[in-house]
């Protein structure tokens, strides 16, 4: 196989990473807005933590795309 | 760059030097220009606008103290009021790194955390600091950090090692979430206004289907400019976060 057509593979693959922090984020706005319905007044002084909690997993997804981006650009 | 009508969405973020004193000299590159003129901002936005005070503030004036009280409120709950002494450092963090995403938000301008090197010196500042407090003000507890209390005694060998892999890893996931998200997001930006080009090159069809990307280009443009406030919300987060530790070791 040639070797670029090994790196284009190779980001695509990479890119699957991204389903995972995509299932992650999902689950914390939803399990948020499932909180914050049940005890509206509590709501407020948990947007930090939800902000926290979806940085700390968005940040897994940025990290899987980096790898395809260093792969498409930089290898 | 070979071929200038192919769409280098890399390109954004090459290095020039503004003005070099010759081969392997000193270099004013563009990305330290932008680092000033983040700086001079901050400084000259900050100080004038509190320059004057009053107690019927002007609307510049309503900026900044927004800006003071959303941060010391955020270091007062994540580090306590001990972690006040640490306000005047994450102030500046979040400021600094603020206004250099915001700046990177305009067109044909540099985007200073957009390079690795920049926030992995940062988050490395942080990490020094904390470690070097965290022992200053504890002595030896402070690596009671790396020994949860109320775990069992046979558990400790497989925790204790996890915490200290986790604590020496904090600058670089620190410094990636930072630098990777701003930099996914120009990238996917011209990407997508690559679409709009090669589209709008076939034709009539080609203008109808244009206007596609240039929506999506347009929408992501405005969710850059949440994740550019947002990536500075969380790096002065876990700034403050990380200097807790410091200050708390014993979790």
Known sequence: ME????????????????????????????????????????????????????????????????????????? | MADPNKVDPIHQFAITDVFSTGDGGFAF????????????????????????????????????????????????????????????????LFMFVLVANMFGMVPFFFTVTSHIIITFALAMLVFVVVIGYGIYRNGFKFFKLFVPAGVPAYVLPIVVPIEIVSFISRPISHSVRLFANVLAGHITVKVFAGFIMSLGSLGVLGFLGASLPLLMTIAITALEFLVAALQAYVFAVLTAMYINDAIHPSH
């Open chain 1, 3 to 75: 070797a670029e057509a090994a790196k284009f593979i190779g980001a695509g693959i990479a890119a699957i990473g991204m389903a995972g922090a995509a299932m992650g984020v999902g689950n914390i706005f939803g399990s948020f807005l499932s909180g914050a319905l049940r005890n509206p007044s509590a709501a407020q002084s948990q947007f930090g933590n939800l902000i926290f909690g979806f940085a700390v997993t968005e940040a897994l997804g940025i990290f899987s795309f980096l790898i395809a981006l260093l792969l498409l650009f930089a290898v």
């Open chain 2, 29 to 92: 590159t563009n990305s330290a220009l932008f680092m000033v003129l983040t700086v001079g901002l901050i400084i000259i936005y900050m100080l004038g606008s509190t320059a004057s005070r009053s107690v019927v503030p002007s609307r510049a004036q309503v900026v900044s103290e927004l800006l003071y009280d959303f941060v010391a409120n955020m270091v007062r709950g994540a580090a306590g009021s001990e972690g006040m002494k640490f306000f005047p450092f994450v102030f500046s």
